[in-house]
């Protein structure tokens, strides 16, 4: 996960616990499927239904979402990765919850600045998530992750 989303080691990463809670709760977090075969969608079946507010609607759009957005390759399965798809309103920030943010993870590699500067926007915010550092565990190539004191 760190070196495919996180800047090789230099980013940050975001733990939400409650994500039953994390924004609009009419779009719950989902868990992403891992299948050895690409997913099949017909487009036709599916064009006049996505915009239907009816039960026929719902699932079309459920069935658009689980084919695109929520099915990925076996191989990365070991992410165990959940994601908030908002068909209708589309791409862009939307809001989450400050309460729902429940740690805050700094790569190995996250310059001195760069935590400093998330610290102060964390402790700006009013949140107040359990701040942690990955530490590198030679030779082999796992992750150690330290809690940071606050203060």
Known sequence: ?????AEKHAGVC??????????????????????????EL???????LVDRQD?????ARRMVVDCIYLTKSEEWKYEK???????LGGRGFHEVRLDALSGVIFGCRTPRAEKERVKNQI???GAHPTLYEAL??????????????QG
């Not at 039960?55 to 699932?59: F, K, Q």
């Open 136 to 149: 590198e565990c030679r030779p082999s190539y796992s992750l150690e992750f330290r809690e940071l004191r």
């Open 1 to 5: 996960m760190w070196s495919h989303y």
């Open 55 to 59: 039960a026929e609607g719902e699932a």
């Open 81 to 87: 990765e959940w994601r908030i798809v908002d068909i």
């Open 123 to 125: 402790e700006n915010s």
């Open 42 to 48: 017909n487009f036709a079946e599916v064009e006049g």
């Open 14 to 39: 975001l733990e939400f616990r409650n994500i039953a809670n994390m924004g609009n709760p009419a779009i719950p977090p989902l868990e992403v499927q891992y299948s050895e075969t690409n997913p």
